[in-house]
């Protein structure tokens, strides 16, 4: 069975720092992965996804996360974090076949001014 | 386009009661999913709808149930309500294998 790791519970950052959050994952056969952002009061927002090629894929407002094989992780990252990214940050993985996607625990990132 | 819809957006009942949660997917897409988040417990898969027919579904007890309609309009049903599943339910759609976008949660309370 498919599982996502987020080590960290929380990431606080400096604004205008760079900001990176963590995800590991575990399936068979090549993951599908996702990064999902989700605002105080709301839905998720889709941010990015790996499927195949390039492994660092570029999304939504800014992010961009890498796909590393060898170490199974797809870690979300941004050159400098603003005051509005501060929210809770979700990573997932989907396998083959019919599987659902399986989402981490989520990582809360505040971006102090 | 129309993102994905939720009603109610909150639900208040008492325990031994059953909640009857509504989604309508975005125009097209066929595939419906239900997840439940609690409070420090992540998303959690609940259920999964494709055509018509459920694909998938997680490890919840029996009295989770629901259904997926012609128009690919879902129901999620919660029998036998327990305090504990007070919860964000939030629906979620999909082409295929693509990504999900999600409604924005019926907020289901449980006394």
């Known amino acids: 069975a498919q599982s996502v790791a987020q080590p960290e519970d929380q990431v606080n950052v400096a604004e205008g720092n760079p900001l990176t959050v963590k995800c590991t994952y575990s399936?068979?056969?090549?993951?599908?992965l996702f990064w999902y952002v989700q605002y105080p009061n709301r839905g998720l927002q889709f941010l990015l996804k790996?499927?195949?090629?390039?492994?660092l894929v570029k999304g939504s407002y800014g992010f961009e996360a890498e796909f590393n094989k060898s170490q199974t992780s797809f870690h979300l990252k941004k050159p400098s974090a603003l005051v509005s990214d501060s929210a809770l940050y979700f990573c997932a993985v989907r396998g083959a076949g019919n599987t659902p996607l399986v989402f981490g625990k989520g990582t809360r990132l505040s971006v102090i001014a | 386009e129309a993102g994905v819809t939720q009603s109610p957006t909150h639900l208040i009942k008492t325990r031994g009661q059953q909640a009857t949660l509504r989604c309508s997917p975005i125009?097209?897409?066929?595939?419906v999913y239900w997840y439940q988040q609690a409070l420090g417990l992540g998303l959690q898969f609940l259920l999964w709808?494709?055509?018509?027919?459920?694909?998938n579904r997680g490890n919840f007890p029996p009295r989770f149930s629901g259904r997926q309609f012609p128009n690919y309009s879902s129901e999620l049903n919660v029998n036998a309500l327990e305090l504990e599943d007070s919860a964000l339910y939030l629906c979620?759609?999909?082409?295929?294998?693509?990504?999900?976008?999600f409604g924005p949660g019926t907020r289901l309370t449980v006394t």
């Open positions: 979620a759609s999909s082409l295929a294998t693509g990504a999900l976008s």
């Open positions: 399936v068979s056969g090549n993951p599908y």
């Open positions: 790996y499927i195949t090629g390039d492994n």
């Open positions: 709808y494709d055509e018509g027919e459920e694909r």
């Open positions: 125009s097209g897409h066929t595939s």
